[in-house]
């Protein structure tokens, strides 16, 4: 029961790819615009991006590892 052991059955490494460079994107996004809407300094660019990349693209592949695909919001 650790975070390596695969929960979803249907998750393959290209999903796994997938969601993590969309949760990479998102992180990307979220970053720079936490940077341009506050009075960081612009150095801080090169040190919030890249680390809010990473640990999105982290968090959505372990979600694709992890999470299993009956789990739905809408179950009774």
């Not at 992180?27 to 991006?49: E, I, K, Q, T």
Request: hydrophobic share 50%; net charge negative; charged share 20%.
């Amino acid at each position: 029961m650790g975070l390596l052991d695969k929960r979803n059955p249907r998750a393959t490494r290209r999903s796994v790819i997938a969601w993590a460079t969309g949760g990479g994107i998102v992180g990307f996004l979220a970053g720079l615009l936490g940077w341009y809407r506050s009075d960081m300094p612009d150095a801080a660019v090169f040190f919030l991006v890249p680390w809010m990349m990473v640990f999105c693209a982290v968090a959505g592949g372990a979600m694709e590892w992890q999470m299993s695909p009956e789990s739905d919001e809408d179950a009774p």
